[in-house]
């Protein structure tokens, strides 16, 4: 089945400082990655939509100067959350369709970050 | 109203039975409606996917949507303590648009 890659799994980074998570569509091209954020025991928040060679069109709420997303090539897309703060502790996850008729979205295993 | 209702839970059942979550939804875009299992700490894993109206089964497990209704079903058969879960619904309208979640139902199955 389609595979999306997530790396790291889990991230501890000092406040002030920036962190980079990696999404790569292993068998398919994702041409739209989504990027969601989920706090304990809530739902997935999508944050933004990615598009490769595009900028990409952020959630109501969210600071697109904070969550950089670099959607550079069809199998990569990346989430940098610049000068992180505590409050930005939280799961971070990827998603992207498989393929044109393909509905089930596929997500990356997470990445857990915590600003100390 | 959210888009999406889910019961939240938690739902205990015992080993072996038959379980059934739901959702409803209001927005009558919706037109693919997908079930997720998220164990704590992971992504969430595709169950499976299903267009418009019917019903589809793969192994244990069975989605139903009734569109008429705004309402759809996940049942799990001969449940199993690896069956212990949040389990999401998710919905979409279509093309590449964002898909939205229900706010999840725990499950424990217990031995």
């Known amino acids: 089945g389609a595979v999306v890659s997530q790396h790291p799994s889990w991230v501890i980074c000092k406040s002030g400082t920036s962190v980079k998570i990696e999404c790569r569509s292993l068998?398919?091209?994702?041409?739209?990655m989504f990027w969601y954020r989920q706090f304990p025991k809530q739902s997935l928040m999508l944050m933004a939509t990615?598009?490769?060679?595009?900028?990409?069109?952020?959630e109501q709420g969210v600071e697109k100067d904070k969550f950089l997303i670099n959607h550079a090539s069809l199998t990569l897309s990346t989430l940098t959350v610049t000068s992180a703060h505590p409050e930005d502790s939280s799961f971070y996850i990827c998603?992207?369709?498989?393929?044109?008729?393909?509905?089930?979205?596929?997500f990356g295993s997470g990445t857990r970050l915590t600003v100390v | 109203q959210k888009e999406v209702e889910q019961d939240p839970g938690p739902l205990s059942v015992p080993e072996g039975a038959i379980v059934s979550l739901n959702c409803t939804y209001s927005?009558?875009?919706?037109?693919?409606f997908m079930w997720y299992r998220q164990y704590s700490r992971k992504g969430p894993e595709l169950l499976m996917y299903?267009?418009?109206?019917g019903n589809k089964e793969d192994g244990r497990f069975t989605a139903q949507v009734d569109k008429s209704s705004k309402y759809i079903s996940l049942f799990i058969r001969d449940s199993q303590p690896s069956d212990s879960a949040t389990y999401l619904c998710?919905?979409?309208?279509?093309?590449?648009?964002?898909?939205?979640f229900g706010t999840g139902t725990k499950l424990q199955v217990i031995p």
């Open positions: 299903t267009y418009s109206s």
């Open positions: 990615s598009n490769e060679g595009s900028k990409a069109t952020y």
């Open positions: 998603s992207a369709r498989p393929g044109p008729d393909n509905y089930g979205y596929t």
């Open positions: 927005n009558s875009a919706f037109q693919y």
């Open positions: 998710a919905m979409s309208s279509g093309g590449y648009q964002k898909v939205t």
């Open positions: 068998d398919f091209q994702a041409t739209t």
